[in-house]
């Protein structure tokens, strides 16, 4: 599932990116005279990404005029793909793409797919020592690299009384095999993703949520897309956002038969169907729609409460490299005038 795994903005990498990737650019027509659109990927194939192949699946990008050209995943993050103008659109998260904002992408996130945090800090479902987050104090986390993963882990255990001193590992295999074999106490898995496959390796894992202990809500995945595009293009990019919006609602409501079109339309990526299915039902049910029932929507309260942790803690950089000095207005790192009606 999609991880941040740092920051590089490196010119040279990002232009060759664009002339790798680049093709045809957003706007130009394919041969039947609908409208391209490049959709960047942050990791192979998963639930994360139904929404996009049911809308796929029942043509409704073809219905909206468009043809969506999904961009596999790669080593390079989809905002430095966006950025470079190598994709309109891509898969990203909260952080990364204020991250990504804060250094000058020119990325602004126009929906929300997981509309609550998708990680949790997971423990082996046996381990008695672990019942809150200060016990995590001295032992060992298995991380992912994320630049706000260790600060978020610390702000969790100091709320609950914790020092927030313990010993980070990167982790080299998956969450629940480093808990199982004795290398990490504690780990910050994708519930419904790594989660379910621990419980069906017969590995289960316990969780403490973040919001439990006061830490802000966020949006775990979430829609990049190009400023200059929304700006120069708005009716491509606001029914290609309409359409995908369309996608993941469907999803909320047909969760099996979302999960088998995804399969379906992606018949190499698992081996195991019946974990995609109940991911997917996970999903469902208690991410991918806010308090009031709506899909893709962000508010700028939820916004602006990860932001602000973001800022504060350092994690927010310019162009320059260095911490921002100023806290930025949250109201302009992302919009949702283009989601339309589900």
């Known amino acids: 599932m999609v991880r941040l795994r740092g920051r590089a903005w490196g010119v040279g990498v990002v232009v060759g990116v664009a002339l790798a990737v680049g093709g045809c650019a957003g706007g130009s027509s394919a041969d039947d005279g609908r409208t391209r659109v490049r959709f960047a990927l942050d990791w192979t194939p998963n639930t994360n990404h139904t929404g996009l192949y049911v809308a796929l699946a029942r043509g409704w990008f073809a219905d909206a005029g468009l043809d ?23 898969i990203s998260t909260h952080d990364s793409s204020l991250i990504a904002q804060a250094g000058g992408a020119d990325v602004v996130a126009v929906m929300a797919v997981l509309q609550h945090w998708a990680t949790a800090i997971g423990v082996r479902a046996d381990d008695a020592r672990i019942t809150r987050p200060r016990d995590l104090d001295g032992r060992v986390y298995a991380g992912f690299g994320s630049p706000g993963e260790v600060p978020l882990l610390q702000e969790v255990i100091r709320a609950d009384g914790g020092t927030g001193d313990f010993t980070t590992v990167v982790l080299g295999s998956s969450a629940y095999e480093a808990l199982y074999a004795g290398k990490a106490d504690f780990t910050i898995p994708y519930v419904a993703w790594e989660g379910v496959e621990a419980e069906r390796a017969g590995t289960p894992m316990r969780y403490l949520e973040y919001t439990d202990f006061g830490f802000p809500d966020a949006y775990a995945v979430v829609v990049d897309a190009s ?64 308090a009031d029932g709506s899909v893709g929507t962000m508010t700028l309260e939820q916004v602006a409460g990860y932001g602000d942790f ?33």
């Open 310 to 342: 973001l800022f504060d803690a350092g994690i927010l950089a310019g162009p320059d490299g260095e911490p921002l000095a100023q806290r930025p207005d949250w109201s302009t790192t992302f919009t949702t005038s283009l989601l339309g009606s589900p």
């Open 227 to 290: 400023r200059r595009w929304v700006a120069d293009e708005p009716e491509a990019a606001r029914a290609f956002v309409g359409a995908l919006r369309r996608g993941y609602a469907w999803a909320a409501e047909h969760p099996d038969e979302a999960a088998a079109l995804l399969v379906e339309q992606n018949p190499d990526a698992f081996g195991d169907p019946e974990l995609v299915t109940r991911s997917q039902r996970m999903l469902s049910a208690d991410w991918l729609r806010a």
């Open 68 to 90: 969506v050209q999904v961009l596999p995943y790669s080593d390079t993050a989809p905002d430095q793909l966006v950025d470079a103008g190598a994709a309109e659109a891509g």
